[in-house]
C-alpha cells in the first residue's frame, strides 16, 4: 500500500485545505487492483442506494505555492503495475474498456511530439554546440528525446522496459551507480506522475556536474491556468485524479526545484493549445525550466 501526505510535496508547507475526490476506475484497477464495485439489492443495505462504488481520495491544494495534489501516494509496487509497459497492448486493451476512444488517442501520442523544435530552441543557450551526452529521466524508447541527432551517446531510465529499438541507445529500468556525467539531462514530463518529486530531482544529482543542465518540463494543467488568474481558487475544483497527481503552478515547481538544490536558468510557460487540440482532446499549455546545480 502507499502512504497518505499532509504537507505540500513542492514547498513543504502545512498549509492546505482538501476536498474529496475519487480515482479514475482504470488508475484504481491497474494500479491499485481495485475495479469500480456495482451496488444493488442483493447486498443488503437499506441505507445506501444502488450505483456504483468507486475508489477515494482527497485533493489537496496548498495555499503557499497553489500546488493541487492527490493525497495518497503510490508505493512502489503501485507504480510498477501502473508503468510496467507503459501504453503498451495490455495497458491500452485496459484503458480502452473503461474509456473508449483512448486507443486512437494513444496512436497520436506515439507517433512523438510536434514541437521538439521549440524544446531544442529553448535548450540551445545551456548545451554544448558540439555532440551532446544525453541522459533522459523516464524518456521511454527515446523517441522525444531532444538532440538526438547531435548526441555523442544517449541513456534512457524508464521503468517501462520498453525496447528503444536502437542498438547505440543504451536503457536501464534500474538506476546504475557507474554512469557518467551527462551535458544535458531530460526530465519531460515525468514528474506530474511522480509520488515525491524531490527523490527523483536527488536521484538525479549524481548524475549532474556544474556544466550539466537539467530539462525539466510538465503540463501546466487546465485547472491551474484559470487559477493563475485569481487567487488559489480550492481543493473542490479537483474532482477526480488520473495519472497526473500533481498540478504544478509556476511558483510550485520553482519552490520544488530551489528546494532540491538546483538553480533555474531559464523558465518559459510554452502554449501549444491551438496545436493538436482536436486529437489529443485537450489543449496543450506546458511549463519548461533549464536548470543547474
Known amino acids: 500500500m502507499g502512504t497518505t501526505v499532509e504537507e505540500c510535496i513542492c514547498c513543504g508547507s502545512r498549509d492546505l485545505e482538501f476536498a474529496t475526490a475519487l480515482w479514475m476506475p482504470f488508475v484504481s484497477h491497474r494500479a491499485m487492483n481495485l475495479a469500480p464495485m456495482k451496488i444493488d439489492r442483493s447486498f443488503g443495505l437499506r441505507t ?35 508503468y510496467t509497459e507503459y501504453r503498451g497492448s495490455a495497458y491500452t486493451a485496459l484503458r480502452e474498456t473503461y474509456e473508449p476512444g483512448y486507443a486512437a488517442r494513444n496512436a497520436v501520442i506515439s507517433e512523438g511530439i510536434f514541437y521538439m523544435q521549440l524544446v531544442e ?9 558540439s ?12 523517441t522525444n528525446t531532444p538532440f538526438r541527432e547531435r548526441r555523442s551517446l544517449l541513456h534512457i531510465f524508464d521503468p517501462s522496459g520498453r525496447d528503444t529499438g536502437s542498438d547505440e541507445i543504451l536503457s536501464f529500468s534500474e538506476v546504475p551507480e557507474d554512469l557518467t556525467k551527462y551535458d544535458l539531462i531530460v526530465l519531460s514530463n515525468v514528474l506530474e506522475h511522480i509520488p515525491f518529486p524531490s527523490e527523483t530531482l ?4 549524481p548524475f549532474m556536474s556544474p556544466e550539466t543542465t537539467l530539462y525539466v518540463e510538465v503540463p ?38 530551489t528546494k532540491a538544490g538546483f538553480t533555474v536558468q531559464a523558465s518559459k510557460i510554452l502554449d501549444l493549445s491551438s496545436s493538436h ?16 546545480l
Open 48 to 82: 445506501v442506494p444502488d450505483g456504483t462504488a468507486f475508489s477515494l481520495c482527497k485533493s489537496l491544494m496548498c495555499h503557499d505555492c497553489g500546488h493541487l495534489f492527490a493525497d495518497y501516494r503510490f508505493s512502489e509496487t503501485e507504480m510498477t503495475n501502473l
Open 202 to 205: 536527488a536521484a538525479i544529482r
Open 277 to 292: 487540440e482536436e486529437a489529443l482532446g485537450s489543449a496543450m499549455v506546458l511549463l519548461q525550466y533549464a536548470c543547474k
Open 131 to 142: 555532440a551532446i551526452a544525453v541522459l533522459d529521466w523516464g524518456g521511454d524508447t527515446g
Open 220 to 257: 501546466l494543467e487546465n485547472l491551474q491556468r484559470s487559477a493563475l488568474q485569481s487567487p488559489y481558487t480550492g481543493a473542490h475544483r479537483k474532482k477526480y485524479w488520473h495519472e497526473h497527481i500533481n498540478f504544478f503552478t509556476p511558483t510550485s515547481m520553482e519552490r520544488l526545484l
Open 121 to 129: 530552441d529553448f535548450l540551445r543557450p545551456f548545451v554544448p554546440e
